[in-house]
């Protein structure tokens, strides 16, 4: 069975930093491309950040660039989002996804073929 599971997510003040996990198990990650997703309350659910699966090239969204930073370890088989910075704008329940290749579409970044989901982490970031 594939599950992804996300952790690190929690109440933090503005400013404050975060580091968000994606781990999995029943499939390596390795080949597939990743992709951190948001969705605030009342929001639709936005790409936040990619990362591919070959040369590890990175796509952030405009919003947070300079912010945060994805990266991957194989040994692991484990994705993360580091955040800094962060804003009460950037409160929402983090999710991340296995797919194939990352692109960037109204400065966001998305997956063209998702398969699978981690269930979130929420991230509150306020005084």
């Known amino acids: 069975q594939v599950q992804l599971v996300e952790s690190g997510g929690g109440l933090v003040q503005p400013g404050g930093s975060l580091r968000l996990s994606c781990a999995a198990s029943g499939v390596t990650l390795a080949p597939y491309h990743i992709g951190w997703f948001r969705q605030a309350p009342g929001n639709e659910r936005e790409g936040v950040a990619c990362?591919?699966?070959?040369?590890?090239?990175?796509l952030y969204a405009d919003s947070v660039k300079g912010r945060v930073t994805i990266s991957r370890d194989h040994r692991k088989n484990a994705v993360y989002l580091q955040m800094i910075s962060l804003k009460p704008e950037d409160t929402a329940v983090y999710s991340c996804a296995a797919g194939y290749r990352c692109f960037v579409q109204n400065g966001k970044p998305l997956l063209r073929r998702t398969d699978y989901w981690g269930q979130g982490t929420q991230v509150t970031v306020s005084s």
């Open positions: 990362i591919e699966g070959d040369f590890g090239a990175t």
